[in-house]
């Protein structure tokens, strides 16, 4: 470490930090001369695996068991699946028989398709 006469502000320091959390070890922060193991900054394997899809809390996003969609799901999984088939702008003859398929498995009534079905071709019209 190397010790300056030199005064941080503790609200620079602070608003620097995420920044260098971010940054990998440089070379130029080990001292001159001296072997990396006998550093501080002797790297140690670590892994950190954080799953946070769409900023939601993850436990509502992993099944609890298997089986069948919970029922407050289907509309949502339909969505999905009509997401998925407008994406390219248009849907396909045989895009609507699948999006009819699904619509029919997973029980979800004529209204609420049709305007899960219309959301999803305002999304994504070009």
């Known amino acids: 470490m190397f010790i300056t006469k ?4 503790r609200r620079t ?5 995420g920044v260098t959390l971010a ?9 001159a001369s001296t072997a990396l193991a006998q550093t501080a900054a002797a ?10 899809p769409h900023g939601m809390a993850p436990g509502y996003w992993e099944p609890k068991a298997e089986g069948a969609l919970p029922e407050k799901l ?3 999984a339909y ?8 994406a390219d702008g248009k849907v396909t003859q045989e895009e609507a028989r699948i999006l009819q398929m699904v619509r029919d498995h997973l029980q979800i009534g004529r209204l609420p398709a ?3 079905e ?9």
């Open 43 to 52: 790297p140690t394997p670590r892994f950190v695996g954080i799953f946070y």
């Open 114 to 116: 049709a305007a899960i």
């Open 6 to 9: 030199k005064h941080i502000p």
């Open 118 to 126: 219309r959301g999803s071709r305002a999304r994504h019209t070009h």
């Open 74 to 76: 289907r509309e949502t």
């Open 23 to 31: 940054l990998p070890l440089l070379e130029s922060m080990i001292p």
């Open 79 to 86: 969505a999905l699946a009509c997401d998925v088939a407008a």
């Open 13 to 17: 320091f602070l608003q620097s930090a």
